[in-house]
């Protein structure tokens, strides 16, 4: 049965509103981000922030990780690159933020820059120091 062009089912109406596209929208993104869009998810990021330099971090870091995945936030990637004994968590927070630096300003891609030096200079760990030289001569 064809529909007919001139006549709009009450979604499509509704939609016409910027409020409640806003609103719509906003619930369809979060379908798509999966446990990242679930409210705790934001308390657990905040979490990871909070408890960086103390001794609990590498525990929260672990739970996040292991319940989301690596973190989006760009201060949150950077903060894992602290994260003694957890090779490949650095190696890939190392690599996703070089990903999302081809997005950033100058001064953005700077301070990563150095940061993955003095990461590759200071490390105990041979493998993260090797991926941090590749990375530095790539970037």
């Known amino acids: 049965m064809a529909r007919d062009k001139g006549i709009k089912s009450s979604l499509e109406k509704k939609l016409q509103d910027p409020r409640i596209k806003s609103m719509y929208l906003k ?15 934001d308390k657990d990021l905040q979490k990871l922030h909070d ?6 971090f590498k525990k929260h870091a672990k739970s996040y990780i292991k319940k989301y995945g690596l973190p989006d936030d760009w201060g949150a990637l ?19 933020l070089v990903e999302i630096s081809k997005d950033l300003t100058g001064p953005e891609r700077k301070g990563l820059r150095s940061k993955i ?3 590759s200079l200071t490390t105990k760990d041979v493998v993260i120091a090797e991926v941090a030289e590749e990375i530095l001569a790539e970037i």
């Open 27 to 41: 619930e369809v993104e979060k379908l798509f981000k999966g446990a990242k869009g679930d409210p705790s998810h």
């Open 51 to 56: 408890t960086f330099g103390t001794s609990q």
């Open 78 to 96: 950077i903060l894992l690159l602290d994260l003694e004994g957890e090779t490949q968590v650095v190696i890939d927070a190392m690599e996703k």
């Open 117 to 119: 030096r003095t990461l």
